[in-house]
């Protein structure tokens, strides 16, 4: 059984460029969270979706960023015109039900020039 | 509003020592508490998690933690440290209440172990 999965491991990108991350959850996860991890910090939670939903995106910064988990396919984190301050670790996290243990992937690390 | 406070930034301990890494954390009701640690470069892997029960909780890798409510602290504790134990930790608290379980983390310990 595949764990968590996220790519690219690595992106780069220049100041106001787009920068797509992809994660696709443990099979039988329908809950997944994304989290930001700035150097030298802990992660801290972005956005919380389920199939089609957005449950909680109270981490998420106003502007910029979107994410979502179509009923097909990966969820998708979306930063528009990306700024230094984004380069940060964006881990993805999975989980089957609302209460249960997260899987963590191994992480996007994207770096703004 | 939760919130965790790993106090030790740096750690270093000998090999064969033992390790005590601490964690408080704020949170009204009962938490659920993990710890995961971070090698270099890589995701988070889940050392232990305390949701209910029994207060003294066995991890993977030897490692323990203890839950004392009334100090607010989940502190990870491992008898003998080995060399590949090197790597930063992170203490979280997610919610019971709360729909989802968001975790929120704290800052982080790094662990180096000298031989």
């Known amino acids: 059984n595949a764990g968590v999965m996220q790519n690219p491991r690595h992106l780069v990108r220049r100041r106001g460029q787009e920068a797509r991350l992809r994660c696709s959850p443990m099979k039988g996860h329908s809950h997944v969270y994304w989290y930001r991890q700035l150097p030298e910090e802990g992660l801290k939670f972005m956005v919380y979706?389920?199939?089609?939903?957005?449950?909680?995106e109270s981490g998420m910064p106003k502007e910029r960023f979107s994410a979502e988990f179509p009923k097909e396919g990966p969820s998708i984190l979306r930063i528009q015109q990306v700024v230094r301050g984004d380069s940060a670790a964006y881990f993805c996290?999975?989980?089957?039900?609302?209460?249960?243990?997260?899987?963590f992937g191994p992480g996007t690390r994207l770096t703004v020039l | 509003a939760q919130s965790v406070t790993q106090p030790d930034i740096h750690i270093t301990v000998s090999e064969g020592a033992s390790l005590e890494l601490r964690c408080n954390y704020s949170?009204?009701?009962?938490?659920?508490l993990f710890w995961y640690v971070q090698s270099p470069g890589q995701g988070l892997q889940l050392l232990l998690k305390y949701f209910s029960g029994d207060t003294l909780v066995q991890g993977i890798k030897g490692f323990e933690a203890e839950f004392k409510r009334s100090q607010s602290s989940f502190n990870l504790r491992k008898p003998s440290v080995h060399w590949s134990d090197a790597a930063e930790y992170f203490c979280a608290v997610g919610s019971q209440m709360e729909y989802g379980n968001k975790l929120v983390f704290g800052a982080g310990t790094i662990l180096r172990v000298k031989s």
């Open positions: 949170y009204g009701a009962t938490p659920y």
């Open positions: 979706l389920q199939k089609e939903n957005i449950i909680d």
């Open positions: 996290a999975s989980s089957r039900g609302q209460n249960n243990e997260q899987f």
